[in-house]
């Protein structure tokens, strides 16, 4: 039945909702003579991206992307394809998008499916010069490239064109730097003045527990809370030990070796969901010295003790970066609260005494020991310093400390039998060729 025919009693109340809307009184009037234009036969692809799929909506993010599409092409074409990449950075090149790469390969083959490619906005498809490297491509495919900010199809040939894409990958560093700064910033001074945590993994010692709504009002409505550092009833004894051991002089190695024996649980072997970077389930000297070193325990929120350098030869373009590395910052950038944020581990005076401990070589006797080669010795092995200890109350000896905390080496002598092969003297190693050794 048409539409224009329908009564109240062939329709139901959805129906004539959607007659209504849809206008079925009639054509409306239209001033002067009626348009002659007829729909093209532009096969157009829709391509867009949304950054992360936590924090936005991807059904509502793709739908104001080609609603722009929509307007540009109407008239001129239809839109019969998508690509639309979710969770990805537009610093990724287009191969390294799962949608992007589709749309490429499917670009150079004889059966594809569009003639030209339509875009909601620069920044959802391009960051840099990335335009000028993938419109070329398209191009020579002989598919065209669309974008609202040309209005149309994008003419590389056109000296505006070129330079409007210049002043576009500009604005979109630009704009990441910007960003990146800002939040910086924002976080200095939510970490300095509030004491924030600011996430991540809470260290050895401490677990995380709500610490209430969130400070700004819309958050809280939506149900945002924030957390706090408290000290974990299993762990937090550990971590008060180890510092008690250190402010008595007892080494890292020493203090690492006693953990082991004792089969304390190390951090990774205590919490592995949290700690899948890392596979030793054994305590380490550099498991102890990072705890020994770590200013959180104070009570203090710290944050940027270790940033991530992306080593961008182009500030704000992550395709120009060489590599992504970890790297200690400073102690003169460290951000550090302004007062206590959490419970203490260990006093302010006894952090700062411990990092002024040099390690007393005691035996377990309590005797007295001389060692005329402590730290001369290094392991021919692994290149690690060995450590001086007497061996059943009769010798001295000297064992390369990796063996007895993480069984690496296993190279020990003794006053009797030394070999001059397993072990060489710091002067010495430092002469050797370090990839030989």
């Not at 009626?34 to 936590?54: C, D, H």
Request: hydrophobic content about 35%; overall charge positive; charged content about 25%.
């Amino acid at each position: 039945m048409l539409p224009s025919l329908m009564t109240a009693a062939d329709t139901t109340p959805d129906d004539l909702f959607t007659v209504w809307v849809d206008g079925s009184s009639g054509p409306s009037r239209v001033r002067g003579r009626p348009s002659s234009q007829t729909v093209g036969e532009v096969r157009f692809a829709f391509y867009g991206r949304i950054s992360t799929e936590g924090y936005q909506d991807p059904v509502s993010s793709r739908r104001w992307q080609f609603e722009i599409a929509e307007f540009m092409t109407h008239g001129l074409g239809r839109i019969g394809v998508e690509f639309f990449d979710v969770g990805y950075s537009r610093s990724l090149s287009w191969h390294d998008r799962p949608a992007a790469a589709e749309l490429l390969a499917e670009a150079g083959s004889p059966d594809r499916r569009f003639d030209a490619v339509v875009i909601g906005e620069y920044e959802r498809a391009f960051a840099g010069r990335q335009a000028l490297q993938v419109i070329p491509y398209l191009h020579a495919q002989g598919v065209t490239v669309w974008l609202p900010e040309f209005g149309g199809p994008v003419d590389l040939d056109d000296p505006t064109h070129r330079a409007l894409f210049l002043l576009l990958g500009h604005q979109s560093e630009r704009e990441v730097l910007r960003a990146r700064r800002r939040t910086t910033r924002a976080m200095r001074t939510q970490l300095r003045e509030q004491g924030r945590h600011l996430g991540g993994r809470p260290p050895y010692g401490y677990r995380l527990v709500d610490a209430g709504p969130h400070p700004n009002r819309i958050h809280a409505r939506w149900g945002r809370r924030l957390h706090r550092l408290d000290p974990d009833p299993v762990t937090a004894p550990h971590v008060r030990w180890i510092f008690a051991r250190r402010l008595a002089g007892d080494s890292t190695a020493g203090i690492a070796r006693a953990l082991n024996e004792r089969q304390v649980p190390s951090p990774s072997a205590y919490d592995p969901d949290r700690n899948r970077h890392r596979s030793g389930t054994e305590w380490t000297l550099r498991t102890v010295a990072e705890i020994l070193a770590n200013p959180r325990y104070t009570g203090r929120q710290v944050w940027n003790r270790q940033r991530t350098d992306r080593h961008e030869t182009i500030p704000g373009d992550k395709s120009t970066s060489l590599g992504i590395s970890r790297v200690w910052s400073p102690r003169s950038e460290w951000v550090i609260s302004e007062r206590p944020a959490h419970p203490a581990l260990v006093s302010e005076a006894d952090f700062l005494a411990v990092q002024q401990v040099t390690a007393i070589p005691v035996p377990k006797d309590q005797g007295a020991r001389t060692y005329l080669l402590t730290g001369l010795v290094i392991c021919a092995v692994c290149g690690r310093r060995m450590d001086a200890h007497w061996v059943h109350g009769r010798a001295m000896a000297e064992s390369c400390s990796s063996w007895r905390i993480q069984v690496i080496c296993s190279i020990t002598f003794g006053a009797v039998g030394w070999s001059s092969s397993a072990v060489r003297t710091r002067s010495t190693w430092n002469r050797l060729n370090w990839e030989n050794r």
